[in-house]
Nanobody, 119 residues
Framework: QVQLVESGGGLVQAGGSLPLSCHAS????????MGWFRQAPGKERELVAL???????DYADFVKGRFTTSRDNAKNTVSLQMNSLKPEDTAVYLC?????????????WGQGTQVTVSS
């Protein structure tokens, strides 16, 4: 199993920046993909950014050019730098990891951290 703990988040004005970080523990040797999802009140959880074990990244269209994700495999961390924040970015941001062989293929999420962007 993998445990994910986020840090960062908080309240920021529109146009501002905010960094998020996530530390993974447990079966970290089995982690393939890591990334970030978000969920706003009354809305479904949606993918924000994904970074694969190769370092390749994928971003949702609504954050391209504004958010950047990175990972440090030695420290078992994944980060999300959020710039040019908009009120519609307000949501709970959840760290994500997917494990693969030799472990069981499983998706994991952290408990989440609140990001609030004021207009």
């Amino acid at each position: 199993q993998v445990q994910l703990v986020e840090s960062g988040g908080g309240l920021v004005q529109a146009g501002g920046s905010l960094p998020l970080s996530c530390h993974a523990s447990g079966d970290t040797a089995c982690i393939a993909d890591m990334g970030w999802f978000r969920q706003a009140p009354g809305k479904e959880r949606e993918l924000v950014a994904l970074i694969r074990s190769s370092g390749n990244t994928d971003y949702a269209d609504f954050v391209k050019g504004r958010f950047t994700t990175s990972r440090d495999n030695a420290k078992n961390t994944v980060s999300l730098q959020m710039n040019s924040l908009k009120p519609e970015d307000t949501a709970v941001y959840l760290c994500y990891a997917r494990t693969t062989r030799p472990c069981k293929g499983t998706n994991y999420w952290g408990q989440g951290t609140q990001v609030t962007v004021s207009s």
